[in-house]
């Protein structure tokens, strides 16, 4: 069965021609950049090739990039380098929609003594920038907010909230995992000081990701070890991933704008055909500004989880809203932020799409996905059942 794969924010395929750009590295050219010989040292070039596509996609200079193992590492390494680089300060503010690389890295400082901020959204999963003025301290070591959520796609004004942060001389850290690829991004305008990505989310491979790291920011190396990356991440270069990475990022930066109005426009006609075809059903966030890939939708009364197993039946890849990890049925830590009614929040659906995504896809969702509904409603215990108590779902 042909796989309908509608859940890029997961991760994504990696894109053909970037495989044919790594594969040599796996193949022939396997030598350590750091060697004497040239068999390694010509490798080098083809790494310093990379770092300038990356750095031309972000609209910063090469030496302000630094390769990582995933973006989990690059959020590490920007929120562990602020503070140590500024023991004296002990409040870091971010918000309680970010993605576990950074709302982990928080709750261990927090154990650690310091004081964390965790911004509130609003019902649409927007913050209140007078909230993020209203929480900066003199001892606030950073400020670590997410370009656009994972989960419901909302874009948060990163441009609005670095003039705020930096006019009070304050280290902004963005994961800007999510937006990397699907919004142009120019950090000769935006004001942040650290900037996450991965190669995975953008039709790359698994554990390669980077950091940008503004030219004169204090840095302290999360990995420490050899002199690689200038001494700022130890660990010989995964050179396959690196070269990967460049290549992903120079296609990311190609007709962004095209690939985007396209695959808004797809995500548009299956958001509306659904919502036209299901009653009873909600967009969670924002509808001005988010993703042009994603969409996530809360339907009533039924199972977020029990939707993806039919969606699977046919192939149909997304995902859901609860924090199933924990083998809880919890909706996510982003709906609860969001405040999302308990009888929507557990039936909670993310389609997010790529530039891979396909009319005809779409048109098998939207013939399979309203039947399956009316068949869980059908037998749900909650069906017309408004005063449900919370955490009684399963
Ligand atoms: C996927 C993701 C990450 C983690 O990136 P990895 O390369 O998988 O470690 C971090 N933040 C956001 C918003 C993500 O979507």
Known sequence: MKVIYLDN???????????????????????????????????????????????EALGC???????????????????FSTVRSQPEKRHVVTTRVEHPAVLNVASHLEIAGYEVTHLKVDELGRLDLQELEDSLRPDTALVSIMHANNENGVIFPLERI??????????????AVQTVGKLSIDLQKLAVDFLALSAHKVHGPKGMGALYVRRGVPFRPFMLGG???????????????IVALGKAMEMAATGIVEENSRVRALRDRLEQGIMAAVSDVRRNGDPE?????????????????????????????????????????????VLRAMGVPFTFAHGS?????????????????????????????????????????PGCAC
Do not use: W
């Open 9 to 55: 924010n997961a991760t994504t395929c990696v894109a053909p021609e970037v495989l044919e750009a790594m594969l040599p590295f796996l193949r022939d050219s396997y030598g350590n950049a750091s060697s004497m010989h040239g068999f390694g040292g010509q490798v080098g070039k083809f790494i310093a090739e990379a770092r300038e596509r990356t750095a």
């Open 61 to 79: 200079s090469p030496e302000e990039i630094i390769f990582t193992s995933c973006g989990t590492e690059s959020d590490n390494t920007a929120i």
């Open 162 to 175: 670095a003039e705020i942060v930096k006019s009070r001389g304050i280290l902004l850290h963005t994961d």
């Open 227 to 241: 002199h690689q990356e200038k001494g700022r991440r130890a660990g010989t270069e995964n050179v396959a991933g």
């Open 289 to 333: 500004n988010r993703l042009p890939n994603t969409t996530s939708l809360a339907f009533k009364y039924i199972e977020g989880e029990s939707i993806l197993l039919m969606l699977d039946q046919y192939g149909i890849c997304a995902s859901s809203g609860s924090a199933c990890t924990s083998g809880s049925l919890e909706p996510s830590h």
């Open 349 to 389: 659906i993310r389609f997010s799409l790529s530039r891979y995504t396909t009319d005809e896809e779409i048109d098998l969702v939207l013939r399979e996905l309203p039947g399956i509904v009316s068949r869980l409603r059908a037998m749900s215990p909650f069906t017309g059942k408004d005063d449900a108590a």
